[in-house]
């Protein structure tokens, strides 16, 4: 029986925590927005019964308790935005997808749910959400970069009063520190792929949302510094509100 017990007790651990940190919510219009951080880029909004999945990634298993979404986003054609795997695997039936053509261009055919294509600086309402497409690549700019001007998008939406940036995999581009009103931002932070601590906190204050989550902070090194990015925020401003939450529960 012990022999038995102990083999159960090591299958568990190997399988891995792949349960999201609890949820944070946000005062809103007609009811608070949930935020639910799952992993690494990947998050769900859940507003006024609208549920948002940006960048569905790492299995079903993570989403088998949260609600089935309305809307899916999706950034750019890199496995950790655009997963087939876990696009395959979850309900997305009644989602409407909301994808760069590049994603478009990409997606399994298995998936039946309306596709809506938005190019950068393009704005729509969703599900009445207004949503606006916004820039995001990499620095310097060329050809061969691993995020080219135009491919992928970050989203700005607005519900319940409130304006969200997800930021997809960016640099520090004149774009988004030109973002004005944000309410909450989700920026990334890993080299070599995005930026590092410091690009991130120097554009955070520029366009100084009233929270900043880091997200999407695993890179080629490990996971970023993400105390050292909170520390360079709140140097350069005490009223903005950065929160870190545990987007590798793995």
């Not at 880029?41 to 859940?46: K, V």
């Not at 995020?147 to 607005?158: A, C």
């Not at 366009?207 to 999407?216: G, M």
Request: a negative charge.
């Amino acid at each position: 029986m012990k022999t038995l017990l102990l083999i159960l007790f090591l299958m568990v651990s190997l399988a891995g925590n792949t349960q999201p940190p609890a949820p944070d919510y946000i005062p809103a219009n007609h009811t608070s927005i949930k935020i639910q951080p799952i992993l690494h880029g990947t998050l769900m909004l859940e507003w006024n019964g609208e549920v948002i999945y940006s960048d569905p990634y790492g299995g079903a298993s993570r989403f088998q308790n949260l609600p089935t979404p309305s809307m899916i986003l999706i950034t750019d054609i890199h496995g950790d935005h655009l997963n087939p795997e876990t696009l395959l695997a979850i309900d997305t039936e009644s989602a409407t997808f909301v994808v760069p053509q590049a994603v478009a261009d990409l997606l399994p055919e298995e998936i039946t749910s309306k596709v809506i294509v938005m190019k950068n600086g393009e704005s729509r309402k969703v599900n009445d959400i207004l949503i606006m497409a916004v820039p995001m690549y990499n620095l310097p700019e060329s050809e061969d970069s691993r995020h080219t001007r135009g491919r992928g998008n970050g989203y700005v939406l607005h519900l319940g009063g409130k304006n969200i940036y997800i930021s997809g995999d960016t640099e520090d581009i004149t774009e988004m520190r030109a973002l004005k009103d944000i309410d909450v931002a989700f920026v990334c932070m890993n080299l070599p792929y995005t930026m590092d601590i410091d690009q991130a906190a120097s554009a955070v204050l520029e366009f100084r949302p009233a929270v900043i989550y880091p997200f999407h902070y695993r890179g080629q090194g490990g996971l970023n510094d993400i105390e050292g990015f909170k520390q360079l925020v709140n140097k350069g401003s005490d009223q903005i509100d950065v929160r870190l939450r545990n987007w590798y529960s793995e």
